[in-house]
């Protein structure tokens, strides 16, 4: 295996199927499926889920919601998918824990690294739930703040995409796929594959990261094996 330790990032809407609200049971249990057959190759996984499908914090000032509260909201979004995820993890056989940035037992264990770092080195998936534990920081920056803390190999983002493109390739039938980039490429050319505290922590850390089509099936295994999976950046 290419990678020993990832954290794979994947987005609420991911996991809420077709639509993006709401959990999807079938589609948990596919990425569950996935995660498990790297998890049983002796690679240790964290895990950040966003919480879109629920609520988003952002979206939520629009309609007079307190930006506080509702980043809040949307922090609490993420721990119901995380435990979501975690009991399908499970049914694939699979140890795995909803560990929280604030105190939430008996829902959650408090995040504490080097207790993940334990848990994953004994085959444990670890689910991070809660972003930062602060509002103004999306779940992005929460992965890549996870990845760099965890000393994670690389930061993969599963998306709806295969990659990272010029433009948006669902609007775009001529979008230019970049099957390797730099951070400051994706900086300068707006990209917004991840928000710009997510990149620059991933590029002061020299923190390679992955975006690809979680979607694929058997995507993941073949990333992690080393073969050309989606795009990188890198420094």
Not at 79 to 86: A, Q, R
Not at 104 to 114: N, S, V
Not at 137 to 148: G, Y
Request: glycine share 12%; charged share 25%.
């Amino acid at each position: 295996m290419k990678y020993k330790r990832i954290l794979l990032k994947l987005s609420g809407e991911a996991i809420g199927g077709a639509d993006g609200v709401g959990l999807d049971e079938d589609v948990m249990k596919r990425y569950a499926f996935e995660i498990a057959q790297v998890v049983k190759k002796g690679v240790q996984v964290a895990i950040v889920i966003g919480g879109g499908n629920i609520f988003r914090g952002l979206a939520g000032t629009e309609r007079g919601f307190d930006r506080v509260r509702g980043d809040q909201m949307g922090m609490l979004a993420t721990v119901i998918n995380s435990i979501g995820m975690s009991l399908s993890l499970r049914n694939e056989g699979v140890n795995a824990e909803v560990f929280t940035s604030t105190p939430m037992r008996p829902m959650a264990k408090y995040y504490m690294r080097d207790e993940v770092l334990d848990y994953m080195a004994n085959g444990g998936v670890a689910l991070i739930a809660g972003g930062t534990g602060n509002p103004f920081f999306t779940t992005d920056s929460a992965s890549a703040l996870r990845a760099c803390e965890l000393g994670a190999d690389a930061l993969l983002k599963g998306t709806k995409v295969d990659g990272v493109y010029n433009c948006d390739p669902k609007k775009h039938p001529d979008a230019v796929k970049y099957p390797a980039l730099t951070f400051d490429k994706a900086l300068d050319e707006n990209l917004r594959v991840m928000d710009q505290t997510a990149f620059t922590l991933c590029k002061e850390n020299n923190m390679p990261v992955i975006v690809f089509n979680a979607g694929n099936e058997g995507d993941l295994v073949r990333l992690i094996g080393g073969e050309q999976i989606g795009s990188i950046i890198t420094n």
